[in-house]
């Protein structure tokens, strides 16, 4: 989605500013521009399309302004192209905005009822009209379009009568202020200021922040706040490709480390942590997310209903979007739990919100430490994967499912249904994760990658845990390399989808659960014999003898608390190589952000 940069320094804020959106570039966005000051006034650049387009038209332009915003746009309001492209500028006033400004249209008449006229399609540029339409004092002005602005903003602005000041607030939609030596930055994404500082404070709803280079002043209600400044536990390395083709190709290496450091965070003395959080006393759980993090909602709903089912506690999960605008009967034991890695998505935000504002306790499984969701849930579970900038989750959604998969291994336990040595048992598992792991990364998966790239429409099976795998492997290929791809319950395939099946039709098929795997290899054969070709994910114990299989690829049988980890691996580098193959943007897919901040 959107993302906002601002410099005022020492240095050359063109290149500041380019390194900045180059950063926020995976986010997802169709067009970008700048505003910097040159001299007397205020220069505004656009570009639609690759910030390489904007680099060229930026280049000869030989300024030695220090001061200046950046933007990143992915169209809310209006359609792609230069004249709604951010920054925008009314009279006196320059400026940058992310968010949906709901109530932009009344604002505009009332706007028009003075005089002023529009010539974009955006909300954005309603709100510098209004911040110019109030005469006096600076804050004071930004404080009116906070009381008559109704949505989501971050914004900064410059004036083109205040050489030397950037300003900048906040409302649902992330924004910082990065604290250098006699230089400052602002920006909607915490990877954009580490090449500079790792010092940064929170911007708040409701304040004011003027920032120039030798200080940040923020204004409340009551006056200066008093901020705490922050240190960034992220490094620039861990915002860069380091030697790796991709992002999501350094991403997916990472998960081999991860489960390591989440083995070392959440087990103590063969014990599970208190970082783990104990949901007990609860009987009443929601799982809460959008996209693959719900999918990983969906494994942790599995391993409650399957290992710890007393009927103590019943668990429901719902897509955020969705459970925002349903009715909700909560109860003294109820819990919300919210599943994020950006810790940005409006719809989970809302939802996590809503629970907050009806008192129902809230538990946030969150990626971005500085991220709104890992602020306002009442207790967080920090999936500490690090920087995600590949659009399509990998790390993200591993960390999730085991964390998820930890939750529910305490809840057995306190209640009694994992016993003593199931616990011991599964924490020694834990503990050689990145062994049973690490074959599956020697795997060549170019050979299946290159029978698939070319097909029109793929289709995963599995029962059980499989078929919740089997989600996210389809949702992995269709985002990344634009295949059609569908997932089915095995047994339901002759139900209907069936008669999907064609000729040399792909059908993957996922088999690890022990108890259903003679009847999802049945189910498999039968896609076959109607001429399917047949791919198969499956543990080493399923039968495949005078079978004729396409490809197979054999992963180790664990323990289903931790089986989806492994099975995820060979599904995401299939992914990532068939879109390769296929020359498609594998770290920034089309029509896709990396933090889906709007409705
Ligand atoms: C898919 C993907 C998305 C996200 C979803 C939620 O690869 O990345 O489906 O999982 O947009 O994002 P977060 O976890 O940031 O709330």
Redo the contacts with the bound molecule.
Sequence with gaps: MCGIVGYVGNRNVTDVLMQGLKSLEYRGYDSAGVAVRCDKNIKVIKSVGKIANLEEKLQGFNDKSTIGIGHTRWATHGEVNEVNCHPHSVNNVVLVHNGIIENYRELKRELELVGYSFLTDTDSEIIAALIDSYKGNKCDALVYAQMKMKGSYALVIMFDDEANTLYAMRKDSPLIVGIGENENFVASDISVILPYTKKYVDIEEGEVVKITKSEVLVYSENGLVDKKIKTALWSIEDAQKGGYEHFMLKEMNEEKDLCVKLYNKFIEDGNYSDDIPDISSYNDIDIV?????FYAATVGKYLIDTYVCDRSVRVNVDVASEYRYKKHFYGDKSLVIV???????AD?LACLRMANSLNVDTLAIVNVPSSTIAKEAKLVMPMLAGPEIA???TK??FSQVLELSLIAQKLGYIKGTISKEEKKLLIETFENLKSYLIPLFEIDYSTIASKLWFKEHIYFIGRGIDYIVGLEAS??LK?ISYIHSDVYQAGELKHGPIALIDNDTPVISIITNDEIKEKSLSNAIEAQSRGASLYLLASENVDTDNLKIDEIIRVPRISEFYQPLLNIIPFQFIAYEVAKLKGCDVDKPKNLAK??TVE
């Design positions: 997310a959008c996209g693959s993090a599943v994020s890695q950006s810790g940005e998505t989970t659009v399509a989750t993200g959604y949702l992995k985002e933090s889906v």
